[in-house]
């Protein structure tokens, strides 16, 4: 019953009970082509933690500690639609500056190693 449940909220639009609103296999589908996708189409595939704790800014500061001092190359490869989701939603969203800016330029730097990687197959 709660896969029927699920699959009715998500097309909808609505988180399903995991709080995603896409299927795990629309979500690796979309995984190099969603960074492509203008901004507010990338939010929607945030989860739902991101979305209820966007203005909670203790959470938004343990969401960028993974990222503070990594490079890109031990980081990215970990990366898929719901990380880009999540860090659009939180350029969009946030309620500072700050953390806008740090989305943005993870962002940023997450299309330009995805192309290069896909442009000489390392993907």
């Not at 945030?46 to 938004?60: G, M, Q």
């Not at 719901?82 to 940023?108: C, F, W």
């Amino acid at each position: 019953m709660r896969k029927i449940l699920d699959a009715i909220r998500r097309n909808f639009g609505l988180f399903d009970s995991n709080g995603v609103r896409f299927t795990q296999r629309h979500y690796e589908r979309v995984k190099h082509d969603i960074i492509d996708y203008p901004l507010n189409k990338q939010a929607r595939y945030a989860n739902l933690i991101t979305v209820s704790k966007i203005n909670d800014t203790r959470f938004l500061k343990r969401a960028f500690l993974p990222y503070s001092e990594k490079e890109p190359n031990y980081i990215f490869p970990n990366f898929n639609a719901m990380s880009v989701g999540n860090l659009a939603y939180i350029q969009l969203n946030a309620p500072t500056k700050h953390y806008r800016d740090k989305a943005e330029n993870l962002l940023t730097a997450y299309a330009k190693w995805l192309k290069w990687n896909v442009r000489n197959k390392q993907l």
